[in-house]
């Protein structure tokens, strides 16, 4: 029975160019969908999937987000003075316990591979998740859980998988499927970011995972790949043998907050799937379709 997965890391790091100017003061995982930062999604996902330690790796700039998941006296105290207990409640669910919570700074932008073992020491040898928050997931059990509960049956690596258009394989890590039994796709091998005429599949990775510990061995040797930069997957490639490797296609919906029109496509999915929300939404949403015609 494999170990029961306790910690995430989060990669954090990047600067977030693609959205300047909103990014030149605040980090990318802090612009909200509806009215929760992005990161937040990821933390909440994880929480419900029973992770109890949270590892950023994180960058200069970016320290809001350590403050975000802390207290905030001020802001706490100011709130049950004025009896605004709901809005009271909705901060304190932000916080995670300090010991819990830890910051890594990456210092060198040497790829996702370099980011996650950058949390090496703080995880140790057990599995672990990594999510990346760029990947929002809509699903009724959420999409870690899921991973976590098909990593208790087989073990070694399992990450969450869809299918992409053929033309979209080089912006992801592809599997070389070597045999699928329902929803589980177990590999032989890994590509990252193939060109479609060379893409094994279409079967991409999206931003979770849960890793046996042994990918920090192959981190450690710093082999650079595509783009010039130390890439999980070419690492988690090379362990293939050693441990198993299943991509899990999940069940629930994926958006790429990575990218402006993925941004505004998950504001819509999550305000429409908001219960709050849906019901002035959609006729605002059909209205401006029909005006754009
Ligand atoms: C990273 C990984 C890639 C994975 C993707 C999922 O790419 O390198 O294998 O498919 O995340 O979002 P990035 O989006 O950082 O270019």
Redesign the pocket.
Known sequence: MPQRVRKAVLPVA?LGTRFLPATKVIPKEMIPVIDKPVVQYAIEEARAAGIEEFIFVTADGKESIANHFSVHPVLESMLAEKKKFAELKIVQDTTLPSANLHMVKQHDPL???HAVWCAWQLIGDEPFAVI?P??MVLSGVPCLKQLIDAHAQVGGHVVAVENVARDQTN????LDVQSEDGRLAKAKG?V??PDPAKAPSTL????RYILDPIVFKELDKRTKG??NEI???DALNRTIGAVPFHGLKFDGKRY?C?TRVGFIEANVAFGLAHPELVDRLRPIIERLLADTK
């Open positions: 990047g790829g996702l591979g990346l760029d990947d912006r992801y890590g592809i890994l990252e970011k991409a990775i999206i931003g595509a783009g890439q999980l997957t790429d990575g």
